[in-house]
């Protein structure tokens, strides 16, 4: 899998990731209003009949793209929670013992439980090993004796960006990391 570019608005936002392909249909459709980036990837497509020489599109692994559709018009917008997401934003660290696991030796866990009327957020989901998971149950961190080792919170868009792609390039990343709040826990990372 190679890696997808970073797709922003022209105003320098973030809003998607594309591939390699879908880029190059921007190159072709003049819908590039600038690009940036260290990163070039190159397609190659066929042979022009006037010239004989093959016709090729080069795409930065940052570019920004004209159009309403690539306006960020709800810029605040909560990143869609997903398993992957919500580890990442944790760095793979149980809440509740603090130590490193593999993704599988994890689980999302509510810290007011379901039962209690706790929902399916950012700041109510943690990662948490299975043990410790198992040993607060169906109970608040407190109601367990258990402390919690960070505080759950909704990544911003930036962040969003980051956690939604294991293969970001280190251009891409740099751009990206601008605009993750100092306090964020991406940056021990980084």
Not at 151 to 175: G, T
Request: net charge positive.
């Amino acid at each position: 899998m190679s890696p997808h570019i970073l797709a922003l608005d022209v105003a320098g936002a973030p809003h998607r990731w594309v591939s390699v392909r879908q880029a190059a249909h921007y190159y072709a459709t003049d819908m590039i209003a600038w690009a940036a980036g260290q990163h070039e990837f190159v397609l190659h497509g066929g042979m022009q009949r006037v010239t004989g020489l093959q016709s090729m599109i080069r795409a930065s692994s940052i570019i920004a793209i004209k159009g309403r559709d690539f306006m960020v018009r709800h810029f605040d917008v909560v990143p869609t929670l997903n398993k992957d997401m919500l580890l990442a934003r944790d760095r793979y660290i149980c809440a509740y013992c603090a130590q490193r696991f593999r993704a599988d030796q994890l689980d999302l866990e509510h810290i007011v439980p379901r039962s209690k009327g706790g929902a399916d957020t950012w700041t109510n989901l943690v990662a948490a090993c299975k043990a410790c998971n198992h040993r607060k149950a169906d109970r608040t961190p407190e109601a367990a004796g258990m402390k919690l080792h960070y505080v759950p919170y909704v990544p911003n868009r930036y962040e969003a960006f980051i956690l939604s792609n294991r293969k970001i390039l280190a251009d891409q990343m740099e751009f990206l990391l601008i605009g993750v709040p100092r306090n964020s826990r991406l940056h021990l990372s980084a």
